[in-house]
């Protein structure tokens, strides 16, 4: 027999087949079903459910605190706040607001922060977001829709969920081998912990990596836009200097030519004054 575990957040989008005889035999099945209860709790917002229409600061936040108000940790923190908004723009983590309204774009960007600063520095946030405020530091071949690229994201962790849980679950078990969860509680945590924080520390390092090769892309790509850029003007520079120059000879030509045309009028009427003096 199976049951069938949802989380809430995700509007019954998270089945977790777990068999009923494996939870029953586990001794410590309270434990073990907590850790399965935080796991499968927390909110996330559906690209679905993401308003179309821009909002206004007060509305962003009351919109992402009711969202994932459940991912807290304790009562007193803060999903976001004005001042964090606020110095992600001024950190240029997020575009500036257009008349003080928010876009999709912004609330999806917001959203990728939310997650990242809790295990990735702020620096590093602004290189892996930098290609979605700055096209200069792009050079890929797919235009950068961020929204497409979020719904893809989520839709990944919605059919892989699953296999988080697990590998979760199979870290309590591992650590039940060593401890007794019951009577070396601390002594069970602690490796549990230790376990988890490994694989953490691994795929942290991998992220590291993969953000400070996109650095040394981008930093490459601005300084070639640059030079394109820098080599434009020159040409469009020298364009207007040839095209003034042209203009320039064309006047003195013009010049000249109504210069010698007065001149020869002059010694044409010198000439008639002349002979008809002789006369």
Same mark, same amino acid.
């Given at each position: 027999?199976?049951?069938?575990?949802?989380?809430?957040s995700l509007h019954d989008a998270l089945p977790i087949w777990l068999c009923l005889g494996e939870i029953l035999m586990n001794k410590n099945i309270t434990r073990r079903?907590?850790?399965?209860?935080?796991?499968?709790?927390?909110?996330?917002?559906?690209?679905?459910?993401? *308003? +179309?229409? &821009?909002l206004y600061m007060d509305q962003l936040t009351t919109f992402m605190e009711d969202k994932l108000n459940a991912n807290k940790r304790s009562e007193d923190d803060k999903t976001m706040t004005k001042t964090m908004i606020n110095n992600y723009t001024k950190n240029n983590l997020l575009p500036p607001p257009d008349k003080k309204r928010y876009s999709k774009d912004?609330?999806?960007?917001?959203?990728?922060?939310?997650?990242?600063k809790n295990f990735v520095s702020i620096t590093d946030i602004q290189t892996l977001l930098a290609p979605m405020n700055n096209n200069d530091c792009y050079n890929g071949e797919s235009p950068v829709n961020i929204e497409e690229v979020y719904r893809k994201l989520f839709n990944y962790e919605i059919d892989n969920y699953n296999d988080i849980i697990k590998s979760i679950l199979s870290t309590y078990d591992k650590?039940?081998?060593?401890?007794? *969860? +019951?009577? &070396?509680?601390y002594l069970h945590d602690m490796c549990m912990v230790s376990m988890l924080s490994v694989d953490v520390y691994v795929k942290k390092k991998c992220i590291e990596h993969l953000i400070d090769d996109m650095h040394s892309v981008q930093e490459q790509t601005l300084k070639q836009n640059?030079?394109?850029?820098?080599?434009?003007?020159k040409t469009k520079s020298t364009e207007k200097v040839t095209v003034t120059g042209k203009a320039k000879t064309a006047e003195k030509v013009t010049a000249n030519s109504k210069?010698?045309?007065?001149?020869?009028?002059?010694?044409?009427?010198?000439?008639?004054?002349?002979?008809?003096?002789?006369?």
């Open positions: 027999a199976t049951t069938e575990i949802y989380t809430l079903k907590k850790l399965l209860q935080i796991a499968t709790s927390l909110s996330y917002i559906d690209p679905d459910e993401i *308003p +179309e229409i &821009d912004h609330l999806i960007m917001l959203l990728y922060i939310y997650y990242l650590a039940s081998d060593m401890y007794d *969860p +019951e009577t &070396d509680a640059a030079q394109k850029a820098k080599t434009a003007e210069t010698k045309a007065t001149e020869n009028t002059k010694a044409n009427r010198t000439t008639t004054g002349s002979k008809k003096s002789g006369r």
